[in-house]
């Protein structure tokens, strides 16, 4: 029998980025850590000894309350969220930044990636007078989990980004909001920050100015902080976060130190929450209700917010430190490469603008050598035409131990030695 598939059935379940990346990153940790593999490419976070033991004394509390436990394990609970998760997210947020948010403002969906699923599929795409409408990504490259979430072509607009070239060896990508166009057909600007996979954050001036654009045009502002403020706060930038109805929010439990939970957070208008309460419903009944209980009286003392400020953000900025200093020693001063500016989340961008191959081929002859990077085409997704600075960059995880990513590097720049002979 020939399976016959309907357009967004090809679209969803055809060759994708983001798949295959987690089918790597999937077979080399199956095995609880005996993989060979040297893991430089996939987003899983470290595990921080401070941060295993909080999961730990949590799931033993949860234990030891008979009926919370039998809640978590045998109730659904509303597609919303646990209220009282819900009301401990708002919380937070009130009192870290003086948002004035409610529970209802708030909706849980598994994980963040299924929060821009929701979200695109929600504002983006055929319209009901017929027209067509997109998702704006002001910056590439951009997070490669959305390149493929669009339920028809043509989801994503994309712009190149200004390069500010800050050394022989150092730079940082900026919005050219001089050729920056909102047009009518745009539903939605959308921008992660930290942005992965370059470790970019956007400045304060540049937010403000796309959360002016997007007000001006009506248009929800959405921000995924996946790796951002308050937690988990693997930001190395002093910034100040902003909030109103007319901006989406976005936040995970994964960066935390909870992947396996899948559980993420979306801060919306009224309206645009319980829309994606009732996504939820449809999709999938209710959330994972296990990070929502490990977590909440975390959020609810403020424990989160200072173990992200005091644990998780001052770990990843050290690795990041190592691990550019790994770079530098094994590449040396005249080897042709770039690191962007490492400002956040757990990934290095590197730019080899005389690479002689594509980095596509590149990740196929590293992994054939043990080592998983991420190659940088697939990041670019969105743009109106080629541009050969996508195929001279990859992206490196400085998130497992610093022999590993030592060793890696090592392997990385031995292979681009030959390549450039």
């Known amino acids: 029998m020939e399976l016959q598939l309907t357009k967004i059935g090809q679209l969803l379940s055809g060759r994708s980025g983001i798949v295959e990346l987690m089918d790597d990153l999937g077979a080399a940790l199956a095995g609880g850590g005996t993989s060979k593999m040297l893991m430089l490419g996939g987003g899983n976070p470290a595990h921080l000894p401070e941060m295993q033991e909080v999961w730990r004394r949590r799931l033993a509390e949860i ?23 819900r ?59 959305y390149a493929d979430q669009g339920l028809c072509e043509g989801t994503f607009t994309s712009h190149r980004p200004r390069i500010d070239k800050q050394s022989d060896h150092l730079f940082k ?45 009506q248009i929800p502002f959405l921000v995924d902080n996946a790796y951002g403020e308050p937690f988990p706060g693997a930001v190395f930038e002093p910034i100040s976060p902003t ?37 939820t419903g449809v999709v999938g009944l209710a959330n994972n209700n296990i990070g929502q209980t ?63 191959i594509t980095t596509r081929e590149l990740y196929e002859r590293l992994k054939k050598r043990g080592v998983l990077i991420v190659p940088g085409e697939p990041f670019f997704f969105g743009l109106s035409e080629p541009w050969p600075h996508a195929r001279q960059c990859i992206r490196l995880t400085f998130s497992q131990s610093e022999e590993t990513v030592a060793q890696g590097i090592e392997i990385l720049a031995d292979e681009l030695r030959h390549l450039h002979r």
């Open 87 to 145: 009301e401990s997210v708002a919380a937070c947020l009130r009192e870290t930044y003086g948002w004035e948010v409610g529970p209802e403002n708030i909706a849980v969906t598994n994980g963040g990636q299924t929060a821009f699923f929701f979200l695109f599929t929600l504002l983006a795409g055929e319209m009901s007078d017929g027209s067509r409408r997109k998702i704006l990504l002001p910056i590439a490259p951009e997070y490669i989990g």
């Open 243 to 279: 909030w109103n109805s007319g901006m989406v929010l976005t936040f995970s439990l994964s960066k935390l130190g909870l992947p396996g939970t899948r559980t993420g957070i979306v801060l919306a208008s009224e309206e645009i929450a319980s829309r994606i309460r009732s996504m």
């Open 173 to 217: 990508y900026r919005i050219d909001f001089d050729s920056l166009e909102v047009g009518e057909e745009i539903a939605a600007i959308c921008v992660s920050r930290p942005t992965n996979p370059t470790g970019n954050v956007l400045t304060d001036e540049e937010m403000s100015h796309l959360a002016q654009l997007a007000e001006e045009r």
């Open 294 to 356: 490990i977590v909440e009286p975390l959020l609810a003392s403020g424990e989160a917010v200072r173990l992200s400020r005091e644990v998780i953000r001052p770990f990843y900025e050290s690795k990041s430190r190592a691990a550019q200093a790994v770079v530098a020693e094994q590449f040396g001063e005249d080897f042709p490469y770039l690191v962007h500016r490492s400002e956040g989340a757990f990934f290095l961008w590197l730019w080899f603008p005389e690479l002689p």
């Open 63 to 85: 234990v030891a309350d008979v009926p919370l436990c039998d809640r978590m394990l045998a109730n659904y609970d509303g597609p919303a969220g646990n209220p009282r998760f």
